[in-house]
Nanobody, 122 residues
Framework: QVQLVESGGGLVQAGGSLRLSCAAS????????MGWYRQAPGKQRDSVAT???????NYTDSVKGRFTISRDNAKNTVYLRMDSLKPEDTAVYYC????????????????WGQGTQVTVSS
C-alpha cells in the first residue's frame, strides 16, 4: 500500500514562511512527477507547483518567486518552501504523485495525500 503523508502546515502571519513536506511510503518501484495542490473553502483544487523526477519545475503564476518546490529522490520526499505568504495562500495543501508501485511492470498510479492546512493571517 502506497501512502503520501504531508506535514508542516500551520498558522503564520502574512509575510512569514512555512515548509511543507510530503513523504511517500510503501512498496514503491519509482516516482515520476510530484506536486502540490491547494484548495481554499468553496473553491476547486488547483495546482501550485510540480517537479519531475529529473528536477524540472512548474509553478502557478501567483506563487512564482515566493514558493520553491524541491524533492529528495532518495527519501521519496517532496518539499514546498513558501515565503512571503499572503492571506490568499490560505488553503488545504495536498501532495500528489505519480507512482509506480511494487515493480517496474506495474502501471503508474496517481496518489493524493490527506492534506495539511495552511492559514495565513493578515
Amino acid at each position: 500500500q502506497v501512502q503520501l503523508v504531508e506535514s508542516g502546515g500551520g498558522l503564520v502571519q502574512a509575510g512569514g514562511s512555512l515548509r511543507l513536506s510530503c513523504a511517500a511510503s510503501g512498496r514503491i518501484s519509482g516516482i515520476r512527477t510530484m506536486g502540490w495542490y491547494r484548495q481554499a473553502p468553496g473553491k476547486q483544487r488547483d495546482s501550485v507547483a510540480t517537479i519531475t523526477s529529473v528536477g524540472s519545475t512548474n509553478y502557478t503564476d501567483s506563487v512564482k518567486g515566493r514558493f520553491t518546490i524541491s524533492r529528495d529522490n532518495a527519501k521519496n520526499t517532496v518539499y514546498l518552501r513558501m515565503d512571503s505568504l499572503k492571506p490568499e495562500d490560505t488553503a488545504v495543501y495536498y501532495c500528489n504523485a505519480d507512482i509506480r508501485p511494487y515493480s517496474p511492470t506495474y502501471p503508474i498510479r496517481n496518489y493524493w495525500g490527506q492534506g495539511t492546512q495552511v492559514t495565513v493571517s493578515s
